[in-house]
């Protein structure tokens, strides 16, 4: 029997209430709180309490993986928001400063904000993305926080409370009527923020009316979430986890898919008795759980790591899904792990293990015109290449086709690849440029 637990959020304002903090200096206190004023903080009491080793701090992965470092801002970003607090300005002068910089962290990485915006009667849909023909993103107005901040996140910008840095949805359900125009879609993620952080009776108003006939073009409802991670007693002893579960059961008993796209971070995260609990509900009612993560420098960036929550992940009965590149958004240069090592870190991890871990496919770049796997690196007419193609793109006809980007040991992400033997652009750029050049317009005459 699992004990329940009453979830308790602590943000910038609070952390000198966290007991466990005590055992950092007030100069390491005082650089948390510095970059908190530019990156979005918000932790919990399970995870200060039963997955963060305090006797290893700082090097605790999980610690890295919720705690602001000083070294997550440039040098010359930090100075500038440490003198904003330490001159002690009021609320919204440190909001300007830092939204300042937060602009020179590539809030919307991928063309979030000016190329995955569908349109519908030449009006922008609000809070989805549709970046491939089958799959639609939808933003749940009551979605747009997490139980904890993961200080990587590449959506970071949803969190600092900035509008024209937000998706949601507003609540006419436009997003049905645009879903319910596009029979090709097949598969619609919901994602946020966090969609668990909302309540049965909210999640069920989004969910529920998928089940109805003129949704059944719909095959595939997914979750994308860290609650599992973050907050396990969501599926285990909060109020409403019965009803949330039952809500499960019956998507599927009308012949739905649902997964869950847990997100896990390091296999730390998988070893308290609540979320084996909370994973097996799931199970119990059907849901399958898939997982995924980037490849983040101090918390998960060898394979030792990688090939020990791979196994446990199977244990458990989920299904290893996705290994990422960390995006250029954010603290990048804080995380970033050149393509060339993540490349060894997944190989070396692979082979480690049975075929039935063997399903996580990486590593993947979510660049902007598309999914670039790394197949590989190989010698071809004497040069040393990356061997790249498209799991999933903008123009499905790029999807499966070979393309090779001169090798380079320090690269971190597509844009700073070139094109191998001379050539002068990948197969795709062209093609590209014309979408995005056609989705720029359309972006300003709607939004600026």
């Given at each position: 029997?699992t004990?329940?637990?009453?979830?308790?959020?602590?943000?910038?304002?609070?952390?000198?209430?966290?007991?466990?903090?005590k055992?950092?200096?007030?100069?390491?206190?005082?650089?948390?709180k510095?970059?908190?004023?530019v990156?979005?903080?918000?932790?919990?009491?399970?995870?200060?309490?039963e997955?963060i080793?305090?006797?290893?701090?700082?090097?605790?992965?999980?610690?890295?993986?919720?705690?602001?470092?000083?070294?997550?801002?440039?040098?010359k970003?930090?100075?500038?928001?440490?003198?904003?607090?330490?001159?002690?300005?009021g609320?919204?002068?440190l909001?300007?400063?830092a939204?300042?910089?937060?602009?020179e962290?590539?809030?919307?990485?991928?063309?979030?904000?000016?190329a995955?915006?569908?349109?519908m009667?030449?009006?922008?849909?609000?809070?989805?993305q549709?970046?491939?023909?089958?799959?639609?993103?939808?933003?749940?107005?009551?979605?747009?926080?997490?139980?904890?901040?993961?200080?990587?996140?590449?959506?970071?910008?949803?969190f600092?409370g900035?509008?024209?840095?937000?998706?949601?949805?507003?609540e006419?359900?436009?997003?049905?009527?645009?879903?319910?125009?596009?029979?090709?879609?097949?598969?619609?993620?919901?994602?946020?923020?966090?969609?668990?952080?909302?309540?049965?009776?909210?999640?069920?108003?989004?969910?529920?009316?998928?089940?109805?006939?003129?949704?059944?073009?719909?095959?595939?409802?997914?979750?994308?979430?860290?609650?599992?991670?973050?907050?396990?007693?969501?599926?285990v002893t909060?109020?409403?986890?019965?009803?949330?579960?039952?809500?499960f059961d019956?998507?599927?008993?009308?012949?739905?898919?649902?997964?869950?796209?847990?997100?896990?971070?390091?296999?730390?995260?998988?070893?308290?008795e609540?979320?084996?609990?909370?994973?097996?509900?799931?199970?119990?009612?059907?849901?399958?759980?898939?997982?995924?993560?980037?490849?983040?420098?101090?918390?998960?960036?060898t394979?030792?790591?990688?090939?020990?929550?791979?196994?446990?992940?199977?244990?458990?009965?989920?299904?290893?899904?996705?290994?990422?590149?960390?995006?250029?958004?954010?603290?990048k240069?804080?995380?970033?792990?050149?393509?060339?090592?993540?490349?060894?870190?997944y190989r070396?991890?692979?082979?480690?293990?049975?075929?039935?871990?063997?399903?996580?496919?990486?590593?993947v770049?979510?660049?902007?015109?598309?999914?670039?796997?790394?197949?590989?690196?190989?010698?071809?007419?004497?040069?040393?290449?990356?061997?790249?193609?498209?799991?999933?793109?903008?123009?499905?006809?790029?999807?499966?086709?070979?393309?090779?980007?001169?090798?380079?040991s320090?690269a971190?992400?597509?844009?700073?690849?070139?094109?191998?033997?001379?050539?002068?652009?990948?197969?795709?750029?062209?093609?590209?440029?014309?979408?995005l050049?056609?989705?720029?317009?359309?972006?300003?005459e709607?939004f600026?």
């Amino acid at each position: 029997m699992t004990d329940s637990k009453k979830l308790k959020i602590y943000q910038l304002k609070d952390l000198e209430n966290i007991p466990q903090l005590k055992v950092l200096s007030q100069e390491e206190l005082f650089n948390i709180k510095v970059v908190a004023n530019v990156l979005p903080f918000r932790v919990n009491n399970y995870v200060i309490e039963e997955l963060i080793d305090w006797s290893n701090i700082p090097d605790d992965p999980i610690f890295h993986l919720t705690f602001m470092q000083k070294d997550m801002l440039s040098s010359k970003q930090f100075n500038k928001m440490a003198d904003a607090v330490n001159k002690g300005l009021g609320k919204q002068e440190l909001k300007e400063v830092a939204n300042e910089i937060r602009h020179e962290l590539n809030p919307h990485p991928a063309g979030q904000l000016t190329a995955n915006i569908p349109f519908m009667d030449d009006e922008p849909v609000q809070g989805i993305q549709h970046k491939y023909r089958e799959t639609v993103l939808v933003f749940p107005t009551g979605g747009q926080t997490c139980h904890a901040y993961c200080t990587f996140c590449f959506r970071w910008a949803q969190f600092v409370g900035n509008n024209d840095m937000q998706f949601a949805t507003d609540e006419s359900k436009k997003f049905q009527e645009y879903l319910m125009n596009n029979k090709q879609i097949t598969d619609v993620l919901f994602t946020g923020g966090d969609p668990m952080v909302m309540s049965y009776l909210k999640l069920k108003a989004y969910l529920e009316p998928l089940l109805e006939p003129e949704f059944d073009h719909i095959k595939n409802i997914r979750i994308g979430t860290k609650s599992l991670s973050y907050w396990p007693y969501r599926y285990v002893t909060d109020k409403d986890a019965d009803d949330l579960l039952e809500l499960f059961d019956k998507i599927m008993s009308k012949g739905k898919h649902l997964a869950i796209m847990a997100h896990f971070s390091h296999y730390k995260e998988l070893e308290t008795e609540v979320v084996k609990r909370a994973i097996r509900r799931l199970r119990n009612v059907g849901v399958k759980i898939r997982t995924q993560s980037p490849v983040i420098k101090h918390v998960n960036d060898t394979s030792q790591v990688w090939e020990k929550m791979w196994q446990q992940q199977v244990n458990l009965g989920l299904i290893p899904y996705y290994m990422f590149i960390e995006r250029n958004t954010g603290a990048k240069n804080y995380f970033e792990v050149p393509i060339a090592k993540v490349f060894e870190i997944y190989r070396e991890a692979f082979k480690s293990v049975s075929g039935l871990s063997r399903t996580a496919r990486g590593p993947v770049m979510s660049a902007m015109p598309g999914k670039i796997l790394i197949e590989g690196i190989a010698e071809i007419n004497n040069e040393k290449v990356f061997v790249l193609n498209f799991l999933q793109a903008r123009n499905p006809d790029w999807v499966k086709r070979p393309f090779f980007a001169s090798y380079d040991s320090k690269a971190t992400w597509f844009n700073e690849l070139v094109p191998a033997f001379g050539e002068e652009e990948f197969f795709f750029e062209e093609e590209l440029s014309d979408i995005l050049s056609e989705k720029r317009e359309r972006f300003i005459e709607n939004f600026l």
